[in-house]
C-alpha cells in the first residue's frame, strides 16, 4: 500500500498565502495525489512541536509563512534536527 503524501501549509496568520502557492506548485508539477493540511495561527512553540511530530510521523513536507522570528527560527532548528524538509515561503522575498 502506498502511502499518500502530504503537504503541511503552517503559518503565524490565516495562511491562504502559503497555500495558494503550494496548490499552484502541486497542480503544474505533480501527477500523484498529496493531500494538503493547513495549521493556522500559530502562536507558540508548543503548537510547532505537535505539527513537527506529526510530519515526521508521516513522512511529510512543511511550507510555511511563518514571520515572528522566534518561530521561525525554532521551526528551522527542529524541523532540521528531525530530517524535516520545511520550506519558508514568505521570508526570502522579505528580505529583499
Known sequence: ???RK???IVSDSVGE???LMVKAVLTQ???EEIEIQSVS???NTKDLQDIIK???YND???A???VIPSLKHYLDQRAKEQGIIAIDLMNPLMRI
Open 1 to 3: 500500500m502506498h502511502k
Open 6 to 8: 502530504i503537504v503541511y
Open 54 to 56: 506529526v510530519a515526521r
Open 60 to 62: 511529510s513536507i512543511i
Open 41 to 43: 495561527y500559530v502562536e
Open 17 to 19: 498565502t502559503a497555500e
Open 64 to 66: 510555511y509563512t511563518i
Open 29 to 31: 508539477f505533480h501527477k
